[in-house]
């Protein structure tokens, strides 16, 4: 295997052996081999729009989901890759047969297999059959890019929004990605081009969240447990909340938010169910211990799912894009009412979550709430109570060296307000950072993908002040990446033209060193340092 598309590969290169996330060989193998079919079907989708021909939106939601699939610890189930690629070649054989000119195909375009040839195929198609490292560097950064595009796209899906252009957009670059007569000047312009629909896919599904669920608000959310037995819902999809939320209405059982679901608090829509309780827990990668003591059913919607411990695995489900081989996995398409029975059955019977904290934690600073406080921001700015804003969205992760953004949170003067998205967050969510005049000193946006809240906030400051360049905005990026949706809200930053932007807690391994450069020339990437040194650079040394 070789696989280098997160932040934890391993020896900062590629896990080769086995996935420092616990994706054994055969599993990396199938994902290698549903990217190389859903970039195939993506070239006839390509080639058909071209003659006139318009793609049904089940393809498109077909080729979103496959990619979803593929993204870190979203899915570890061999059988259920297998499914999607068979289904995969099997549409594109249907696809096939409407098409006028095949010539122009690329090799992914036509190939078809039986399962038996599934792991002869896969060997040869992997992220290393591209031998040119700086081609291979490109196209691996805008294929992440997609996932993560994919994902956001999901979200949107579920909610009944879809976009053609996006849907059209993914599948034209994914094509281009098997494209051998594309340059490495093609192939940045492509990455750029994918940060424009990464902003067009993150304005998708924030209208699609808030026009069904209300814009966020300001919200304290409760940390500690109630007296009886919970459901906790992990991942990013509102749309599985919400039906869990409404079946389990006069059962008896809680609902609580684990890691990247916490922001859904912070929607008026979901105010109104009594059981839903609070948030339990942290980030993704402390689940082994929180979802022990949890104990209750737990319901993995997206990524982040960690292999999970004997002692809880038959109480961890998974729905969508998600799967992990023994769990269950409760079906359901879009637009379809997902059955949770078996779920609250199961929390019936089991005893309520151990306290492992207590007290609440403030959310809900999404573009719409922020800008009714505008006003006393720009007041708080213009009088220096405010000196500097500091991004730091992004994933959180296991790597100790990560214990730099609690520390630099900590370090931060006190006239410095963080701006956060993902769950990121939860390496200085509850330290306490006080406010600024009633102005909380972490403002949390909400998931990864509200990350467009913070550019939308950006450019309305811009606007406010009356500045050229959102570059001259009091606002530094020192952001944190874990998965591809963070790559995706990377490339949307660099294509809204956001400068020197700190990355870490290590460089992306799949950036060649000449790839790295173009970044770093054009865009002032830079990686970090120690807090101290970074603070001097930042000039934020009190
Ligand atoms: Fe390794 Fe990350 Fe790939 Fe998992 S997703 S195999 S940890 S590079
Ligand atoms: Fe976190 Fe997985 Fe990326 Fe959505 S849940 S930010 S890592």
């Not at 312009?189 to 902003?199: F, H, I, M, N, R």
């Not at 211990?289 to 990524?303: A, K």
């Not at 359901?332 to 059955?339: A, N, Q």
């Amino acid at each position: 295997m070789f696989c280098y598309q997160c932040q934890e590969t391993a020896g900062c290169s590629g896990c080769t052996r086995v996935g420092v996330c616990g994706k054994q060989p055969d599993v990396a193998a199938m994902q290698d081999l549903l990217v190389y079919a859903t970039k195939g079907i993506s070239a006839v989708t390509t080639t058909l729009r071209q003659e006139g021909v318009a793609i049904q939106p089940a393809v498109n939601h077909m080729i979103t989901l496959n990619l979803f699939t593929t993204i870190t610890n979203a899915n570890f189930s061999k059988e259920a890759i297998i499914a999607r690629i068979q289904e995969t070649l099997s549409e594109k054989d249907l696809l096939l047969s409407k098409l006028t000119n095949k010539d122009t195909l690329p090799e992914a375009a036509l190939w078809n297999g039986s399962v038996e040839e599934f792991d002869t195929k896969a060997a040869a198609v992997g992220v290393l059959s591209t031998e040119n490292e700086d081609i291979r560097s490109l196209r691996e950064l805008i294929t992440y890019g997609l996932k993560g595009l994919s994902a956001y796209s999901k979200h949107a899906n579920v909610l009944l929004q879809d976009n053609e252009e996006i849907d059209a957009f993914m599948q034209r670059a994914l094509a281009a990605t098997l494209d051998d007569s594309l340059s490495a000047d093609d192939l940045i312009a492509l990455t750029l081009e994918t940060g424009k629909y990464g902003v067009d896919g993150m304005a998708l599904l924030d209208n699609a969240n808030t026009s069904t669920y209300g814009n966020p608000e300001i919200t304290k959310v409760n940390i500690g447990v109630g007296t009886r037995p919970g459901i906790l819902v992990s991942g990013h999809d509102l749309r599985d909340l919400e039906m869990l939320l409404k079946q389990t209405q006069g059962s008896g059982v809680d609902v609580y938010t684990h890691s990247e679901m916490l922001p859904a608090h912070y929607y008026p829509a979901f105010k109104k169910y009594p059981n839903f309780v609070g948030n339990y827990g942290n980030a993704w990668w402390k689940q082994k211990e929180e979802f022990e003591s949890f104990h209750g059913p737990i319901l993995m919607t997206t990524n982040c799912i960690v292999p999970p411990k004997g002692s809880y695995k038959d109480r961890l489900y998974t729905t969508g894009a998600a799967g992990y081989p023994g769990c269950k996995h409760i079906s359901g398409e879009i637009g379809e009412e997902k059955d949770f029975s078996a779920i609250i059955e199961q929390a019936k019977h089991c005893a309520p979550p151990e306290e492992i904290e207590r007290g609440e934690i403030i959310g809900g600073f999404a573009h719409n709430q922020v800008l009714a406080l505008a006003d006393d921001i720009v007041t708080a700015v213009k009088s220096g109570a405010i000196r500097k804003f500091v991004v730091m969205a992004g994933c959180d992760g296991r790597m100790k060296s990560r214990n730099y953004y609690t520390d630099f949170a900590k370090a931060l003067p006190k006239d410095t307000v963080i701006l956060t998205a993902g769950c990121a967050k939860y390496k200085y969510n509850k330290l306490n950072l006080g406010d600024i005049g009633g102005i909380p000193r972490v403002l949390d946006a909400g998931q990864c993908n509200d990350s467009y809240s913070l550019a939308v906030i950006a450019l309305k400051l811009k606007e406010v002040f009356g500045l050229e360049d959102i570059n001259e905005l009091p606002i530094i990026y020192n952001i944190s990446w874990y998965e591809q949706k963070a790559v995706i809200v990377l490339l949307a930053l660099l294509y809204l033209g956001v400068k020197n932007i700190h990355l870490g807690p290590t460089l992306p391994a799949f950036l060649s060193p000449n790839v790295a450069k173009v970044l770093v020339d054009n865009f002032g990437i830079a990686g970090i340092g120690s807090v101290e040194k970074d603070l001097k650079l930042f000039g934020l040394s009190e």
